[in-house]
């Protein structure tokens, strides 16, 4: 949400002043992004995916030593299940913000689990409400497609610079973003869709000439441009298999959820190289996706440390699958070769809950020769 | 977007006032409305309804008499195919305004067809935007699903309201709602994917008490509420067969484009019956759609009157199709039989773009027999 802070420990002023970032106009971050996390069905989506119930869960219960007599602020409350969580398993305090009307079925919740003398519901969005004290626990599944797709990161490190004692910790405490190239179908279906689009565009504009006496050819183009945006650029979403992935995995980001800042996750920069692990494949394009750990803090660590993983899995599939982002033209590898280049994210200018995303590659054969370097702009919607 | 007006021929003073009713916040506007239309691809949907493209085509060029030598104004041109075609009826001088970016493509289409001393593209909210002159002609294609769905109504009153001379027309002249029982089989599926949904809420309930140690039945009651509404309370488009038209169309709304005040829109009511014209039928619901007509002004009037309805149809579908408002339960009629009652239509609180509609109504037996009333309130999302 464009929050700034003041250093780790202190309160943060959100004082509008022009001087800075644009603060994110409410109505329209509501109408855009808030509004379908008021709805129970979308909880349920969430409440129903195992391997991210499992992860919180077991990060919890594994941990009691985090929890027990603790206070803890579960920013995004949702449902309240988190929060309902660190009380069974033994936080004196929680406080479970939620900035839609979805906090009054959190409120129901706690109270039908009896855990209203422990579970304070707050609404409100968590840059505007105040709380009668510090925390020792910061719990929130913030995490969206490919990590950082809805910006949610912002509003927890705000709450982490608001509202941590100096003492506390994260839950999850790490998250790292992958990347690796893969087979898919999709390429193929993308390109073909592309192209019966522009087709059907070639006959719209010989109809509408012919039957209406308006020539539309001169739209041809920026008909085009909108059509490889949302075919070609625009990544998809995926629950791929782990035999689509044909290179090692490439890490493109790491962050600390004690230390991170809000400049770091704005822009990312990263080189990456993977090495293909078949004996030969045709590259569709790359996949993203991501991880979080609860390692505790380093002084308070957990004594048993949890992964959620997202990574291409035939059993352990989530609702976050991965994210594709489409090579055009597919390109032809072998075993020993490799995919060097960068890779880049910032947010979208219209809505800063968008990402885009910018690969920069090219491959390196095992006999040493480089083929061209492709550079592509993908758009996550 | 909420105006009021002054008069036909008063100019209206936008002045945001915290006695009046709220204006509309732009950006939440654009986020929720405006945004679809700065599509090529969207646009070239509704240019590609034939039956829309063919009526307001023909309503221009077989009228010229109203165009030529005349000054118009476009409201929401769009892609400025209306403008286009009433620069090449003739008109001297055509105003076009469009709120969005699609305004570009107007202008490059308007030049590449030669059009540019005549058509004037401005981008902009025809409520803020000034005109050099009154004009002759308002022509816009402004309706939405079941005509007011979008609301966009609203914005043409407040051009007719500022810019339309004395002796102007408005093109369509006229537009009705019309409502009639229907029978379809998106009533039972729409009843079986609601009655699935709830036996897989239950298992959810169970499954994430047994798992997880958190009992969310409590949740039961609203997320039921939220699953009628989606399922059986939220109006479907449909393109309907004329064979599934149970009963004779009433009439719920009539309104001329010269004297209808944003009033007069803001909240409907009427009462209408409808004689069962089959000899056995079982009633799904309520199907609503729209016509408009061309007729000039009684002054000055069309020399061919033309009718652009949305009524199914078989042969000329429109994408506007029908709207279908579904009874639960369904309910068996007969030849002779009577359906009488009223109907409402309001507006969404949260979004004046939206709509709210209520049918009340009885069966009336041939036998004179009157059976039980019912009162069914949907969404028009």
């Known amino acids: 949400m464009g929050s700034s802070s003041n250093g780790i420990n202190g309160l943060t002023e959100q004082l509008p002043s022009p001087a800075r970032a644009a603060v994110v106009d409410k ?30 869960c077991m990060s919890i219960f594994k941990n009691k030593h ?17 929060a309902i969580w660190c009380a069974q398993a033994g936080a004196r305090k929680v406080y479970a913000v939620e900035a839609t009307k979805m906090s009054e079925h959190a409120r129901q919740l706690v109270k039908a689990n009896n855990l209203q003398g422990i579970v304070e519901v707050i609404e409100g969005s968590i840059e505007d409400i105040t709380l009668p004290e510090k925390v020792d626990v ?64 070639d006959n719209f504009v010989d109809d509408t000439h012919h039957h209406y006496g308006v020539n539309m050819r001169v739209l041809t183009d920026s008909y085009r441009k909108e059509n490889e945006k949302y075919y070609l650029q625009t990544s998809l979403w995926s629950n791929l298999e782990p035999d689509q992935v044909v290179g090692i995995p490439a890490i493109v980001m790491e962050l ?57 899995s035939r059993n352990n599939p989530t609702h976050w699958g991965q994210q594709v982002f489409l090579s055009n033209p597919s390109f032809i590898v072998k075993g020993g070769d490799k995919i060097t280049g ?30 061209n370097s492709t550079t592509s702009r993908f758009y996550i919607d």
Chains 1, 2 share one sequence.
Request: charged content about 20%; glycine content about 6%; aromatic content about 12%.
């Open 256 to 312: 600390d959820c004690l230390t991170a800042t809000v400049d770091d996750i704005r822009s990312l920069n990263a080189n990456f190289s993977t090495s293909i692990s078949m004996e030969s494949a045709i590259v569709a394009g790359f996949a993203g996706w991501f991880d979080v750990h609860f390692r505790g803090s380093q002084s308070n660590p957990a004594q048993h440390e949890i992964e959620l993983s997202t990574a291409p």
């Open 27 to 56: 109505g329209v971050d509501f109408a855009n992004y808030f509004c379908t996390y008021a709805f129970l069905y979308h909880q349920k989506e969430m409440l129903s995916d195992r391997v991210r119930m499992d992860a919180y």
């Open 342 to 371: 960068s890779f880049s994210m910032t947010r979208s200018v219209e809505n800063h809950r968008l990402l885009n995303v910018e690969f920069s590659y090219h491959l390196q054969k095992s006999s040493g020769q480089l083929l």
């Open 66 to 82: 985090h929890f027990k007599d603790k206070t803890v602020l579960d920013v995004g409350t949702g449902s309240g299940i988190l």
């Open 138 to 201: 910061i719990i929130s599944e913030w995490m969206g497609y490919f990590l950082l797709r809805e910006s949610m990161l912002d509003s927890v490190i705000c709450a982490r610079d608001r509202w941590l004692k100096p003492t506390g910790m994260m839950y999850p405490s790490h998250a790292r973003m992958w990347i690796a190239p893969i087979r898919s179908g999709l390429g193929n279906q993308r390109k073909n869709d592309y192209e019966s689009s522009m087709i059907e565009w």
